[in-house]
């Protein structure tokens, strides 16, 4: 990744080089307008904070009588909820024609606008896997007292369309950063607070909606892999930029505040990337390369005729020349086969069978590995 923050306002014809000039760099200009610059199908991985229409009306007071600072720049307004609406309908079909086959894309809100974002993003064919609560540990109170405190944002996160495979989702990852358990679609952080919050030369927030790193980090790191492409088309304070510059991850922000742009440039230059070791991604067998039983036979690894047993040698199985076993009268796939001999509905049969090995029984799942490294040496 380049450690150089480009800021471009006009062409973005890739540059003789091996990596584009839209490439780790924030582009200056509307997002609907610049995306559709941007070649097709180029990004693996969309984070979308776009504005969340809050309809305020009228000024915010604390019990004390001071001025909340809440949400009252010009782009958060919107005349009509129509309006919203076609603006949110331009800028996801944008993000689309952008998006990777397999990538995915991110769209964060409050109650105000993620439903109606839902629906458009359902209507253009985006394929909804997962809505996202951050729970913040330290929400703002509602000061007047009509309403439960407003302590959460949503995300969705959706694939291109319901059709789309091989999407990254680090699943194997997330369990183990969660103690071995599956990690929940409820997500605790806190607000953007302290040293992390970017400041003006007044001393007042850069940016009203920054969002947290940890958020970041979470997103980027259970649905993208190192060098892995991020656009973010409302790029703001360059959270998004900072994250995947650390984390070893390729941005592309959109941003047409000058004050925002030149803040965020000076963020992500500052940050140092983690070295390569620190950021593998451990992963389970379902994100490795399939192996047919069959395909060890044909590699030799397991010869026609060959006896295989479970482990307590219960049940003996031939191997046939077309990958299947057969155990009396009993034929079929080495799965199949297994749960037929026990009475079962369903067996592994990678972990099921063995064969004979220097005097003892081996898993014939230890061939599959085999086989595997050599599928991995082969493609490297």
């Not at 996202?132 to 302590?151: D, E, H, I, L, S």
């Not at 091989?166 to 679609?185: H, I, L, P, W």
């Not at 079962?344 to 220097?358: K, M, P, V």
Request: proline content about 5%; overall charge neutral; aromatic content about 8%.
């Amino acid at each position: 990744m380049s450690a150089a923050i480009a800021l471009l306002d006009e062409s973005l014809a890739p540059a003789p080089s091996a990596e584009p000039e839209w490439l780790n760099a924030i582009l200056k200009g509307d997002c609907v307008a610049t995306l559709d610059r941007l070649p097709e199908k180029s990004v693996d991985v969309i984070f979308a904070d776009p504005p969340y229409n809050l309809q305020l009306d009228g000024d915010l007071h604390r019990p004390d009588q001071s001025k909340v600072d809440a949400v009252d720049d010009h782009w958060d307004q919107f005349e009509s909820f129509a309006a919203y609406d076609a603006f949110t309908r331009a800028w996801l079909l944008a993000a689309r024609r952008v998006l990777k086959p397999n990538g995915t894309i991110w769209v964060i809100g409050s109650y105000h606008n993620i439903f109606r974002v839902g629906a458009i993003m359902q209507d253009l064919g985006f394929w909804i896997l997962n809505d996202v609560v951050w729970r913040k540990t330290n929400p703002m109170p509602n000061f007047r007292g009509r309403r439960f405190q407003n302590a959460h944002e949503t995300m969705i996160w959706a694939s291109r369309d319901q059709k789309a495979k091989g999407y990254t989702f680090n699943y194997e990852a997330m369990k183990a950063a969660n103690d071995d358990v599956q990690m929940r679609s409820d997500w605790l952080f806190p607000i953007c607070t302290g040293a992390e919050r970017l400041k003006d030369d007044n001393g007042e927030k850069l940016h009203p909606t920054q969002k947290p790193e940890a958020l970041l980090a979470r997103i980027m790191l259970s649905s993208t892999r190192p060098g892995d492409i991020v656009l973010d088309p409302f790029f703001g304070s360059g959270t998004t930029g900072a994250v995947a510059r650390r984390l070893g991850r390729n941005f592309v922000g959109i941003e047409r505040e000058q004050a925002y742009i030149d803040a965020a440039s000076e963020r992500i230059a500052s940050v140092k990337p983690m070295a390569d070791e620190d950021l593998a991604t451990i992963s389970g067998k379902r994100a490795e390369p399939r192996v047919a039983f069959v395909s060890l036979i044909d590699s030799g690894a397991i010869k026609p005729g060959a006896t295989l047993y479970d482990a307590r040698r219960r049940f003996a199985a031939k191997v046939r020349a077309d990958g299947t076993l057969a155990v009396g009268e009993v034929a079929g796939s080495i799965h199949r086969v297994g749960a037929q001999v026990q009475g079962l509905d369903a067996c592994n049969g990678w972990t099921f069978w063995h064969y004979e090995r220097n005097g003892g029984l081996t898993q014939i799942d230890e061939l599959r590995r085999i086989a595997r490294l050599g599928m991995e040496r082969a493609g490297a």
